[in-house]
């Protein structure tokens, strides 16, 4: 690969990461329960990030990516279509990881538990259909 052929990938990375990072933050605008969400890779490393600072970020990409499997395992070992999203409830939250492209990504969100699961549901899939047109770019 020349020099300037790595450059341009750079730079294609560094903007798709800018883009990715957009559609979180335009998430957490559109549904102020998020009280923070990350895009990551199957392998569950990071790609966008707008988690609280306190969070570690590599953990919780890297077990929600381990549970979207795990669930889409299941399912089809059951003889379903593998899971497309997985949601978790608990007292006063609810977590939301939902496929991306496949699997080949994941989009984790966590929310405060007073959230419309319905419009959670819409506005994950909505940054989902986004942030898949960023991956398949």
């Not at 690969?1 to 957490?28: E, P, Y």
């Not at 490393?45 to 590599?58: F, S, T």
């Not at 608990?90 to 538990?113: D, E, T």
């Amino acid at each position: 690969m020349t020099a300037q052929r790595a450059m341009d990938v750079a730079d294609k990375l560094d903007s798709s990461a800018r883009r990715l990072m957009m559609i979180l933050l335009d998430l957490r605008r559109r549904v102020p329960e998020v009280m923070g969400s990350a895009i990551a890779d199957k392998s569950g490393l990071p790609m966008a990030c707008d988690l609280p600072p306190k969070v570690n970020a590599m953990m919780v990409t890297a077990m929600s990516a381990l549970a979207m499997q795990s669930c889409a395992n299941v399912m089809t070992n059951l003889g379903l279509e593998p899971a497309e999203r997985v949601m978790t409830e608990s007292k006063g939250s609810v977590i939301v990881v939902r496929s991306l492209s496949g699997g080949v990504a994941s989009l984790f969100a966590v929310m405060k538990g007073n959230v419309d699961p319905e419009r959670a549901k819409r506005e994950m899939d909505s940054a989902a259909r986004e942030a898949e047109a960023i991956l398949t770019d």
